[in-house]
């Protein structure tokens, strides 16, 4: 031995260094932070598999839309990016199709022109025969009003502009 002491420690007894000893279970505290770190690393794993798959379904919606499908479809999907031509094969003719450029969605499409008639077939035909007379004789206005307050401004007797009010609509008599 050496002629240094160090108390009531003695150099060969190591059963206070934390090692278990043979036959012996590990201490408490030990047992408890294993426990806590393999919570911690699952609740790690499964938010790691979540962003994986969430990646995966963006990349899927990507591609499908890119192949002119709507993109939601990727929901339906459940397998690898690399198999997904395999299974639009089998199973493409069920997914919506994305309009091309240059169409337009029918669904969105407005009529041209003047609505749809509401009168009744059997009141069309006088319909049609009261647009023809017009009312009165007098025809529709024409011009816009720039038009006809330059041809008013115009008129040098009171018959002149008296044929412009009537050619314009006015039903008052001017003569």
Same mark, same amino acid.
């Given at each position: 031995?050496? $002629? ?18 043979? @036959? ?7 047992? /408890? ?9 699952? $609740?790690? =794993? ?7 798959? $969430? =990646? ?7 591609? !499908?839309?890119? =192949? @002119? ?14 198999? !997904?031509?395999?299974? !639009?094969?089998? *199973? ?11 169409? $337009?969605? *029918?669904?969105?499409q ?14 069309? /035909? ?5 647009? /023809?007379? %017009?009312?009165? @004789? ?7 009003? =720039? ?20 050619? *314009?609509?006015?039903q008052f008599?001017? %003569?």
């Amino acid at each position: 031995m050496s $002629e240094y002491t160090f108390g009531d420690f003695d150099t060969d007894d190591m059963s206070g260094a934390g090692e278990p000893q043979s @036959g012996q279970q590990s201490p408490k505290w030990f047992r /408890e932070y294993m426990d806590k770190v393999s919570g911690q690393l699952a $609740e790690i =794993k499964a938010e790691n598999d979540r962003l994986k798959a $969430e =990646k995966q379904q963006q990349q899927v919606a990507n591609t !499908l839309k890119a =192949k @002119g499908y709507a993109p939601n479809a990727a929901e339906l999907y459940t397998g690898t990016p690399d198999k !997904l031509d395999d299974w !639009l094969t089998a *199973h493409g003719g069920a997914l919506a199709k994305l309009p091309g450029e240059g169409q $337009e969605q *029918h669904q969105e499409q407005v009529p041209q022109g003047p609505p749809a008639s509401t009168v009744p077939a059997d009141g069309q /035909e006088q319909m049609q025969r009261m647009m /023809e007379q %017009g009312a009165q @004789g007098v025809a529709a206005p024409q011009g816009s009003d =720039k038009e006809i307050a330059a041809a008013l401004d115009a008129a040098q007797t009171p018959e002149e502009f008296a044929q412009i009010m009537r050619a *314009h609509g006015s039903q008052f008599n001017w %003569g």
